[in-house]
Nanobody, 126 residues
Framework: QGQLVESGGGSVQPGGSLRLSCTTSGFTLEYYTIGWFRQAPGKEREGVSCISSKDDSTYYADSVKGRFTISRDNAKSTVYLQMNSLKPEDTAVYYC???????????????????WGQGTQVTVSS
């Protein structure tokens, strides 16, 4: 059974940066596509970014393109989400998830993912 643990969340002012980590166990990370998702209060969970198992291709939601960067370190079984130029609308609980194989249709759909972490809170406020 795969496990994912998110860390690195916190409170930051608009324009600030955070780096989220997703530490995995129970499966071989290099065979999995990892996605980052977020859920704001009263809203549905949405895809933010993913990194492919096949060739490390990356995908981003339009709302975060140019500000967020996803990367992976298979040796450390960890995937990162570097978030820069944060905005109040980025406030949400952020989740990482794992999907065996390459992403489907951009990899930002919730249904294709098999394992999920518990989430980490990100708050952007002045």
């Amino acid at each position: 059974q795969g496990q994912l643990v998110e860390s690195g969340g916190g409170s930051v002012q608009p324009g600030g940066s955070l780096r989220l980590s997703c530490t995995t166990s129970g499966f071989t990370l290099e065979y999995y596509t990892i996605g980052w998702f977020r859920q704001a209060p009263g809203k549905e969970r949405e895809g933010v970014s993913c990194i492919s198992s096949k060739d490390d291709s990356t995908y981003y939601a339009d709302s975060v393109k140019g500000r967020f960067t996803i990367s992976r370190d298979n040796a450390k079984s960890t995937v990162y989400l570097q978030m820069n130029s944060l905005k109040p609308e980025d406030t949400a609980v952020y989740y990482c998830a794992a999907d065996l194989g390459p992403p489907v249709d951009g990899g930002l759909g919730l249904d294709e993912y098999d394992y999920w972490g518990q989430g980490t809170q990100v708050t952007v406020s002045s």
